[in-house]
């Protein structure tokens, strides 16, 4: 759809912006956003990245920091040839991300709160019976008696702890629940 005319003002050069300073930010905004919060703190934007990463005591090509032997070298010419270790300024990087690497993995991968409810409720009403919970109003997926079973067998291997605790309150409910078998109410003949 065209403008409508004399609706566009000409663009004027903006003398009293510092282009240098702008640039500059321009630079920063598009380079790339470091992840991780520990480098990434440590960063210095006026240095390169080689430089700024053997100051952390990492190293930007790991095929140049940890260099393959050949084997075609003979026992007696062996010429161990030193470089001179780039001094490691900033040292807790590297330690603040051995200890990070260090920490015991989380758990990432639950299961929905539907599916927890679902077996649940199975469980409960139907026990062991799969054929039962087929055939159960609230199998609103229609899911075969081998696909509840399987869906079951996950929830028992995700959350071992809270199955072993459902169990034992059903088992716990069941006893008490359960109807008196003696003869008091038994009349004799």
């Known amino acids: 759809m065209p403008k409508a005319k004399g609706k566009t003002r000409r663009q004027k050069f903006g003398y009293n912006v510092n282009r240098k300073r702008l640039n500059r930010n321009a630079r920063r905004k598009a380079a790339p956003r470091i992840e991780c919060s520990h480098i990434r703190h440590a960063w210095d934007h006026a240095k390169s990245v080689r430089q700024n990463l053997a100051e952390m005591g990492l190293a930007m090509d790991p095929n140049k920091a940890v260099p393959l032997r050949k084997r075609k070298v003979k026992a ?15 040292p807790y990087v590297l330690n603040d ?3 990070e690497a260090s920490l015991p993995e989380k758990k990432g991968n639950t299961l929905s709160r539907d599916l927890i409810d679902y077996v649940r409720y199975m469980v409960e009403n139907h026990g062991e019976d799969y054929k039962a919970m087929a055939r159960d109003e609230k199998n609103y997926y229609q899911d075969t008696p081998k696909q509840i ?6 929830y028992k291997r995700f959350y071992p702890v809270e ?3 459902f169990i034992d309150s059903l088992q716990k409910n069941k006893m008490e629940v359960e109807p008196c078998t003696c003869s008091v109410f038994h009349t004799g003949s």
Do not use: Y
């Not at 040839?81 to 780039?86: L, N, S, Y």
């Not at 079973?149 to 996950?154: E, G, L, M, P």
């Open 163 to 165: 199955w072993q605790a």
């Open 149 to 154: 079973r399987n869906k079951i067998n996950v």
């Open 97 to 99: 991300l051995e200890a």
């Open 76 to 90: 007696m010419d062996i010429d161990v040839e030193e470089r001179p270790k780039e001094l490691v300024r900033k």
